[in-house]
């Protein structure tokens, strides 16, 4: 589950409700594709991380990425401190991370344990 560790600005952006493919869980990264929410790949750019469940209108609530806020999230592995500044993948249910690296995180923040901590590159965010 991606989770957030602090924002680097003051401000705390808004839930957005947006429609959404079934069985999208709580954490994790999600892309527009044909209008509508869905789960990213290991290499995408995500556009926003779920932050609830579905809702009876369809909706779900969720965050904005943005290369502002600090993510935590777990490893498939350990991540040793010399990884800062690189990219690692999501993992197949793009509510965590592998160690392979080329992905859309960029670690900030790692000592060698499976928590990892960084941020995305967003992608669009539109819908």
Known sequence: MFRIYK??????????????AEGLALGSAVKVASGQLAK?????????IIAG?????????VIRVL???IFEADASGAVEADKLATTLQMNA?????TTTAGGAFTVTW?????????????AAASV
Not at 93 to 97: C, M, P, Q, T, V
């Open 7 to 20: 924002r680097a600005l003051g401000d705390v952006e808004p839930f957005e409700y947006l429609p959404g």
């Open 40 to 48: 990213c790949a290991a290499t995408d750019k995500p556009a926003y």
């Open 53 to 61: 469940v579905k809702r009876a209108d369809g909706n779900y609530p």
């Open 67 to 69: 290369n502002t806020t």
């Open 93 to 97: 249910e793009a509510d965590g991370l």
């Open 110 to 122: 790692a000592d060698g344990g499976t928590v990892v901590r960084g941020y995305f590159e967003p």
